[in-house]
């Protein structure tokens, strides 16, 4: 008999538990539906804002950093651990035209052969 009751408890509590859940998901989805696009990103602390109608080729180490930082974070935190000469190398070869694959590649063997 106890077994039973307990039963019974446990189902009724899921149900209401349920109930919550979908009262909870209806509630964050208005909440969503009120929210709206800030007018301009957001960058990460520290980023420098780099001015989208530059050419690659014309973006200072600087700029570079705050473009690497902004758009493959993972790679910039490999670059920050890089030499300084490292870190020049990269910059050279970005601002020499190579593209932002081939310069994500060079920072990784840099970090992986030395």
Do not use: W
Request: charged share 30%; glycine share 6%.
């Amino acid at each position: 008999m106890r077994g039973i009751i307990l039963g019974v408890i446990v189902l009724s509590a899921a149900d209401c538990l349920a109930l919550s859940e979908e009262e909870y998901l209806k509630y964050i989805e208005s909440e969503a539906a009120t929210l709206s696009e800030p007018a301009s990103p957001v960058l990460p602390n520290g980023a420098a804002k780099v001015k989208t109608n530059k050419k690659a080729g014309e973006l200072d180490q600087r700029e570079f950093e705050s473009l690497l930082k902004m758009k493959h974070r993972g790679t910039y935190s490999i670059y920050e651990s890089l030499l300084e000469k490292d870190k020049a190398e990269v910059y050279k070869a970005f601002h020499s035209g190579a593209s932002m694959r081939s310069v994500r590649r060079m920072i990784i063997d840099r970090k992986m052969h030395r």
